[in-house]
């Protein structure tokens, strides 16, 4: 059997530069799937930053409209709602929803939505900055404010994008204090934005950490899953596994061939049912299946046990063990086992005990 190959993403390191979509990482590391995960993930809040420039944007046409003409506010709003919607419908991309796998220049391209969405919210402080109205400005700080915190949540995920806005639309911000005479709170804007793209990063790290988890651990079930076929089919022994309700799922080739029947009919079909045969219509169980079914309701580990199987017209005889299955919330989610075709060494095993007992040129009990 050979050795299993390990996860790449088994002890994950985390490549900034891959990470913001720079470039690919300095290892060996296919990083397509954690890239897909970060679109997939901006798409999910894709409609709420929709939502959020909505409301960021009539809150400054409510500030600013006792001091500039509605007009030119109208025209603002307007590109910034249409740009808004061109990055959602860019994030909303069937492509990055059900995509394995994306390509660096797809992570790159985000980074035009930050400049897009950036450039266009940059526009109302840098006028008011401008203007000099110091009153309007600070409003108008305070909405931007919450226009970045709630951005930099939506599109966490894709930090090209959201440092770039957070940076562009920070050093507007902090250009309109300063303009407006309010030298005093350029630090605390620029701190505060540096406290949003350093928890932007920090989020989008998590993603990438966790992702690299879910890819390890897929990884490693279907590495479990490849050697568990590979030793079933190097012996005698066959798999089985039900759900719930003692339904057989997932049933192995050799599983299916042992009970003579093929692996459609095989799965979904209570296990009792597979095993009892033409017995089952019948109700003239063996004790053998009665005990199975005892411990099958009682969700009880069992090793060992010899089970009388009608298989076309003869009878085997199976060797089954098993164990109950739990999810990560201790659910009881079914039975995973092991069973092998016995009948040859019960024969054996039938012929020397009557060996022992009777004399084999009489046929007649031994003293």
């Not at 900055?129 to 939506?154: E, F, K, Q």
């Not at 590495?223 to 003692?246: C, F, G, M, Q």
Request: hydrophobic content about 50%.
């Amino acid at each position: 059997m050979n050795a299993p190959p390990s996860s790449q993403f088994a002890e994950p390191r985390i490549d900034v530069q891959a990470l913001l979509g720079l470039q690919d990482p300095a290892d060996a590391t296919d990083w397509g799937p954690i890239r897909a995960a970060q679109l997939h993930a901006g798409s999910k809040l894709a409609s709420f930053l929709v939502i959020a420039n909505g409301i960021g944007a009539v809150l400054v046409v409510a500030i600013l409209s006792h001091t500039v003409p509605l007009w030119p506010l109208a025209i603002w709003g307007a590109v910034t709602t249409l740009a808004s919607v061109v990055v959602a419908v860019r994030r909303h991309a069937s492509r990055h929803r059900s995509a394995y796998s994306a390509r660096l220049n797809d992570i790159r391209q985000t980074l035009l939505d930050g400049i897009l969405l950036g450039v266009v919210w940059s526009i109302p402080p840098i006028f008011t900055g401008l203007r000099g109205d110091t009153a309007t400005a600070l409003y108008l700080c305070v909405a931007l404010s919450l226009l970045m915190t709630t951005s930099a949540i939506a599109i966490a995920a894709l930090p090209l994008a959201t440092l770039s806005f957070l940076a562009i639309l920070g050093g507007a911000t902090a250009a309109m204090m300063l303009l407006t005479e309010s030298p005093l709170l350029v630090p605390a804007v620029l701190a505060f934005t540096v406290v949003l793209m350093v928890t932007c990063f920090t989020r989008a790290k998590a993603l990438v950490l966790l992702r690299a988890s879910e890819i390890a651990i897929a990884e490693r079930d279907e590495t479990v899953s490849l050697l568990l076929r590979e030793a079933e089919e190097h012996s005698s022994d066959w798999l089985w596994e039900t759900d719930a309700y003692r339904r057989v799922v997932r049933a192995s080739p050799r599983f299916a061939a042992s009970v003579g029947l093929d692996i459609d009919t095989v799965n979904g079909k209570s296990l009792l049912e597979v095993l009892a045969g033409p017995t089952w219509t019948s109700n003239a169980f063996s004790p053998e299946l009665r005990q199975l079914a005892e411990f099958l309701k009682g969700r009880d580990a069992f090793r060992g046990l010899m089970l009388p199987v009608k298989v076309g017209p003869s009878e085997r005889w199976f060797e089954i063990t098993a164990n109950p299955r739990y999810d990560e919330r201790a659910v009881f989610i079914g039975f995973r086992g092991v069973g092998s075709d016995v009948t040859e060494q019960r024969a054996s095993a039938d012929e020397i005990n009557r060996m022992a007992r009777f004399d084999t040129l009489t046929d007649l009990p031994n003293r």
